[in-house]
Nanobody, 126 residues
Framework: QVQLVQSGGGLVQAGDSLVLSCAVP????????MAWFRQAPGKEREFVGA??????????ADSVKDRFTISISRYNAKDTLYLQMNGLKPEDTAIYYC?????????????????WGQGTQVTVSS
């Protein structure tokens, strides 16, 4: 099973910024859309944002809109997804997961994504 490779994350203070990255293993597949989800302790995994490769359409959860930015890059056949997080709040503390869908869909539903990253911890102190 192909796994996306995540990097970034860590411990920051409220108001700080972080960038998360998520790489598709070279030659594995070409995603139609990619997304970020997060899961806080004791809570269900929730949608953060998504982007499509062809149209560069973006969708964000209301809780992160205007603070988080999703972007993608394709260089030498390597596809990478980014999440720029600004103005971090303690309630943003969670494990962040990236996901990819190969079908032409643009969903917020977890079950519709085909591949996932290993997760990375983001902790925001007050």
């Amino acid at each position: 099973q192909v796994q996306l490779v995540q990097s970034g994350g860590g411990l920051v203070q409220a108001g700080d910024s972080l960038v998360l990255s998520c790489a598709v293993p070279e030659g594995a597949f070409r995603p139609y859309s990619m997304a970020w989800f997060r899961q806080a302790p004791g809570k269900e995994r929730e949608f953060v944002g998504a982007i499509t490769w062809m149209e560069n359409r973006k969708d964000y959860a209301d809780s992160v809109k205007d603070r988080f930015t999703i972007s993608i890059s394709r260089y030498n056949a390597k596809d990478t997804l980014y999440l720029q997080m600004n103005g971090l709040k303690p309630e943003d503390t969670a494990i962040y997961y990236c996901a990819a869908a190969i079908k032409a869909i643009f969903p917020r539903a977890i079950s519709l994504y085909d591949y996932w990253g290993q997760g990375t911890q983001v902790t925001v102190s007050s």
